[in-house]
């Protein structure tokens, strides 16, 4: 694997941003420490081959699908039935992903074995979220592993495979083996932030700019469970967002630019500073502050409250470190936005700019990545990003 590049730029703000308190409770494993359980915790199933560096990010990995789909005519949560013998009650068709793959229908539910597998230690879990593009092309996927009956995480000292359940909600979507949809977490213990921790680290550190400026302190909302109340921006854009069209072609999910964005979506325009959302449809928004992921700190974006709208947003919402920040000495503006994944439910809903929207949790690491969000990485980031869809679309 390639040299690390020198985070002392990193490491200095980690160190200046530090809650005084001991964050000793847990953390999240970087991108070493990973790499070091690749082999040992984190397995490949036979006929796999090796993780490579491109799955790495700066706290997670990239997940590859295995060689067979399986079309089944319902999702399930594991439990005590195997997955296997569910798999046989429910499956209706299978069919090959090597090659070229093969196109998963809108509308119908998958499920494949990942490559991977995890020997964990007793005092590791998992954890598991889309990746930014299986989100904004409106891909619905959940990790399950065997015997839990939870979705998207596992028990500590997990051993076993993974398996990951596939719908696509508005495109027909081709994929293939080695298709990257989901990422996995490591944690110990338990890594969210405190409320007053991460009050502290704003005081170092703001983590939200509108503008050139930051957000002051006294108006930010942080919540009880240590998150940041967000909102939607849909001022100053246009378009302010984008649906997706009913009835397209074929989006072939690992194909950077590959294609035309207008050939998926249709460009939205607020009216008077709101839109209104119809039941069913899907819908990428962006955020109106730019957020800051400190080096030392991950984060994921969560729904606020379910009760405050007919709507569902954040499909995809992991932020690795560094995601949105710069070294002091680094032009360009402070923070990204975060792309907004949103499905309104039974009725049309109207959402305004500046409408409360999600949160954002964040999560200590064990230490500074050897390599940032999009630090010396090869291929397409979010870094910039505004009102962006997914690589698979040109700009």
Same mark, same amino acid.
């Given at each position: 694997m390639p040299q690390a590049a020198n985070p002392s730029d990193p490491a200095a703000c980690a160190a200046r941003t530090q809650p005084a308190a001991a964050l000793s409770r847990g953390e999240l494993l970087v991108d070493r420490e990973l790499r070091a359980l690749c082999g040992t915790q984190i397995l490949c199933n036979n006929g796999a081959g090796p993780i490579g560096e491109r799955q790495l990010q700066a706290a997670s990995l990239d997940l590859r699908l295995g060689p067979t789909a399986y079309r089944i005519r319902a999702g399930f949560l594991p439990g005590a039935t195997p997955i296997e013998r569910r798999l046989e009650e429910l499956e209706a068709s299978r069919f090959s992903l090597e090659g070229a793959g093969a196109v998963l229908e809108r509308g119908l539910v998958y499920l494949v074995a990942l490559e991977e597998e995890l020997a964990l230690a007793p005092e590791l879990r998992a954890a598991f979220n889309p990746r930014s593009s299986t989100g904004r092309c409106d891909v619905f996927t959940r990790v399950l592993a065997a015997g839990h009956p939870r979705f998207n995480d596992t028990p500590?000292?997990?051993?076993?495979?993974?398996?990951?359940?596939?719908?696509?909600?508005?495109?027909?979507?081709?994929?293939?083996?080695?298709d990257r949809l989901a990422q996995l977490r490591i944690v110990r213990g338990e890594a969210a932030l405190t409320r007053d921790e991460l009050i502290e680290v704003y005081r170092g550190e703001p983590l939200c700019w509108r503008?050139?400026?930051?957000?002051? !302190?006294?108006?930010?909302? $942080? &919540? &009880?469970? @240590?998150?940041?109340?967000?909102? !939607? @921006?849909?001022?100053?854009? &246009?378009?302010?967002?984008?649906?997706?069209?009913?009835?397209?072609? %074929?989006?072939?999910?690992?194909?950077? @630019?590959?294609?035309?964005?207008?050939?998926?979506f249709e460009p939205l325009h607020a009216q008077?500073?709101?839109?209104?959302?119809?039941?069913? @449809?899907?819908y990428i $928004?962006?955020?109106?502050?730019?957020? %800051?992921?400190p080096p030392q700190l991950a984060a994921e974006m969560l729904p606020v409250d379910v009760g405050i709208g007919e709507l569902r947003n954040n499909y995809a919402g992991f932020f690795d470190n560094g995601f949105g920040w710069r070294a002091a000495h680094e032009p360009g503006p402070?923070?990204?936005?975060?792309? !907004?994944?949103?499905?309104?439910? &039974?009725?049309?809903?109207?959402?305004?700019d500046g409408q409360v929207f999600f949160r954002l949790r964040y999560f200590r690491a064990s230490s500074v990545p050897e390599r940032i969000y999009a630090q010396g990485r090869s291929g397409g980031s979010y870094r910039d990003q505004d009102l962006c869809l997914a690589r698979a679309f040109r700009s």
């Open positions: 500590a000292g997990y051993r076993g495979k993974l398996w990951i359940e596939i719908a696509p909600l508005s495109f027909p979507v081709r994929l293939a083996r080695g503008g050139e400026q930051p957000v002051p !302190l006294h108006e930010v909302r $942080f &919540d &009880d469970d @240590g998150g940041i109340e967000l909102h !939607l @921006g849909l001022a100053g854009r &246009d378009p302010c967002g984008w649906r997706a069209q009913s009835n397209t072609g %074929v989006l072939r999910f690992a194909g950077e @630019g590959e294609h035309e964005a207008r050939d998926f008077a500073g709101h839109s209104i959302l119809a039941p069913g @449809g899907f $928004f962006a955020s109106r502050e730019r957020v %800051v992921i402070r923070g990204t936005a975060a792309v !907004l994944e949103v499905r309104a439910h &039974d009725v049309p809903f109207l959402v305004e």
